[in-house]
């Protein structure tokens, strides 16, 4: 069974559509994360969610707007999608909040903007 | 900004050899984690190590910790070529309930 999953595993795109990621994880964790993967893999948190609610956002353009319909999913909407937006998208989760715990990454999602 | 830096950036062994990388860190911290990410995939947790520990295993796994010297180890014996990956360090930013920052990791190459 896939603990952390995500949709679609490639986007490619061009410049000023939107777009959308979905994540969903079963291990019945309270926090869900996105993070942003640079092509150097430098690995930066976006977004923290806790049962729902935002906890943190990292300074993040608000072309990017995360959405968490219940603690299992929380998807990633980006407006206006820019050249630099490229990059590998993850989601993950952890039993509880921040960096406590150890966390459970999905696969990720490769955007490619052109 | 950047809070775990691993050493060496890379690193190409033979299989069967050990492999060491390191990570330092700039503030205090109530634990360390080191992740896996093999080409093309997520990153998989390896070892949690709490501040108040010094040395854990797990399998073929080994990380230190040393806090006076802000800094951690993470050794595998007898390399396999699936081990080749990247392996990062991750650190709370700050003392308390922060998110994890991680390093830019050391890439391994496990060599048949």
């Known amino acids: 069974d896939t603990a952390v999953s995500q949709t679609p595993k490639y986007l490619v795109t061009q410049m000023g559509n939107d777009k959308s990621i979905k994540c969903e994880q079963n291990?019945?964790?309270?926090?869900m994360y996105w993070y942003k993967q640079d092509s150097k893999k430098f690995l930066k948190i976006m977004f923290s969610y806790n049962n729902k609610e935002l906890i943190i956002n990292e300074t993040v353009p608000n072309r990017f707007s995360p959405k968490s319909p219940d603690k299992a999913h929380l998807n990633l909407h980006i407006n206006s999608l820019e050249l630099g937006d490229s990059a590998v998208y993850f989601c993950?989760?952890?039993?509880?909040?921040?960096?406590?715990?150890?966390?459970?990454f999905g696969p990720g999602t490769r955007l490619t903007v052109t | 900004s950047q809070q775990g830096e691993e050493d060496p950036q890379a690193l190409s062994i033979q299989e069967g050899e050990n492999a060491t990388m390191n990570c330092s860190y700039k503030t205090s911290i109530n634990n360390l984690q080191w992740y896996r990410q093999n080409s093309g995939r997520g990153l998989v947790h390896l070892i949690l190590?709490?501040?108040?520990?010094r040395e854990k295993h797990s399998g073929r796994l080994r990380v230190t910790l040393d806090t006076s010297k802000k800094s951690s180890s993470l050794l595998i014996t007898a390399s396999r070529a699936a081990d080749t990956a990247s392996y990062f360090c991750?650190?709370?930013?700050?003392?308390?309930?922060?998110?994890?920052?991680f390093g830019k990791g050391t890439r391994l190459s496990v060599i048949a």
């Open positions: 991750a650190t709370p930013r700050n003392s308390g309930n922060t998110p994890l920052v």
């Open positions: 190590i709490r501040s108040n520990e």
């Open positions: 993950a989760s952890s039993q509880l909040g921040q960096g406590a715990y150890e966390q459970y």
């Open positions: 291990l019945g964790h309270d926090t």
